[in-house]
C-alpha cells in the first residue's frame, strides 16, 4: 500500500481526532455552495447562452456543414448539421437531397471490398438524428421526410461471414450477404434501432425505438421488437390508399390501430401520417 493510500485509509476510518477533523471538513466541503442570488445569476446565464451560441454557431458554419459538403459527391439545398464534424472512413458517393438536416454526430463507413464505390443516398427533409451511423457494403437508400431517432444504425453488410470457419480464418463476408437497406418516403425509426442488410421499409410506417428490423416491412404499419414485427397499422393519406396494408387476421397478433401508435413507437406522440406531420414528429 502507497503513503497516500494509507493515508487515505486512515483518514476514513480513524477514531484519532485529526482524522475525524479531516472527515468533518472534508463533508462540508463536499456539500458548499456559493449563494445564487436571481438578480446575478440570471444575467450571467445570458451571457453564458450568448457566447455559446455564436461559438455554435461558427462551429456549425464554418466547420461542420463545409467540411459534411465536401464528403459529398452530390447535395442539395439547405444541407444543415449541428456542430459535430461527419465520421467518414472510406471513400463513396454520398448524395444528399434538399434541406437534408444532421442533429448531432454522424458516423459513416464505406467499405471497398464489394463495389469501387458504396452509395449512400438520402432524400429531401430527412432528418438525421445524434450518433446515427451507416455502414455501406453497396448500397443504403433513404428517402424524403423520413425521420431518424438517435443512435439508429443502418448497414448492408454485416463486419464478418456467417460460416464460422471463414470467420475464424478472418476472413470477409461473402458477398451473397451484402444487400442493399432502402428506405421509402415518410418512415420514423425511433432511437436505438438496427436496421439489417436486405431491410426495405414501406412508405409512411413506424419503427419502434430499440427495434431490430430485416427483411421487408409493408407500408403504412407499425413495426415493434427484435426481430421486428407488426403491432399496427396506419391509414394512408388521400391519395396513398393503395398502399395500405391489409388487416391481420382475426386472433392474429398485429391488433393496435393507428391510435395506439404513440405506445408502439415510443413515449412520443405519433405524427399523422404525411410528409408534413412526419417533419415535426419527434423522435
Not at 39 to 63: D, E, N, Q, S, T
Not at 108 to 121: D, N, Q, W
Amino acid at each position: 500500500m502507497t503513503r497516500a493510500s494509507s493515508f487515505r485509509h486512515w483518514a476514513a476510518n480513524s477514531p484519532h481526532p485529526v482524522a475525524r477533523l479531516i472527515r468533518a471538513v472534508h463533508g462540508r466541503l463536499r456539500h458548499f455552495t456559493l449563494p445564487a442570488p436571481r438578480l446575478l445569476v440570471r444575467p450571467y446565464l445570458w451571457i453564458f447562452l450568448a457566447v455559446r451560441g455564436v461559438i455554435f454557431f461558427l462551429r456549425r458554419v464554418l466547420m461542420a456543414e463545409p467540411l459534411l459538403k465536401a464528403y459529398c459527391t452530390r447535395f442539395g439545398r439547405g444541407v444543415t448539421t449541428g456542430i459535430y464534424v461527419p465520421w467518414v472512413v472510406g471513400r463513396g458517393d454520398l448524395m444528399l437531397g434538399n434541406y437534408v438536416h444532421v442533429s448531432g454526430k454522424l458516423s459513416i463507413i464505406f467499405a471497398a471490398r464489394f463495389v469501387e464505390r458504396p452509395k449512400l443516398t438520402i432524400g429531401d427533409y430527412t432528418d438525421l438524428a445524434h450518433e446515427t451511423s451507416f455502414v455501406v457494403g453497396r448500397e443504403i437508400r433513404l428517402g424524403s421526410h423520413v425521420q431518424v431517432g438517435g443512435s439508429v444504425s443502418f448497414r448492408d453488410a454485416g463486419g464478418h461471414p456467417t460460416d464460422p470457419e471463414q470467420r475464424k480464418a478472418g476472413a470477409p463476408p461473402d458477398e451473397s450477404e451484402v444487400k442493399p437497406v432502402i428506405v421509402h418516403d415518410n418512415v420514423w425509426i425511433g432511437a436505438g434501432t438496427m436496421v439489417l442488410p436486405g431491410t426495405e421499409i414501406g412508405e409512411g410506417s413506424i419503427v419502434a425505438a430499440r427495434s431490430m428490423v430485416s427483411g421487408t416491412v409493408a407500408p403504412y404499419t407499425v413495426v415493434a421488437g427484435n426481430p421486428a414485427r407488426r403491432i399496427g397499422i396506419l391509414t394512408p393519406p388521400p391519395g396513398r390508399e393503395h398502399l395500405a396494408p391489409k388487416a391481420p387476421p382475426l386472433g392474429g397478433h398485429a391488433t393496435a390501430r393507428s391510435a395506439d401508435v404513440p405506445a408502439a413507437a415510443g413515449s412520443q406522440p405519433a405524427a399523422p401520417a404525411t410528409a408534413a406531420g412526419a417533419r415535426t414528429a419527434q423522435k
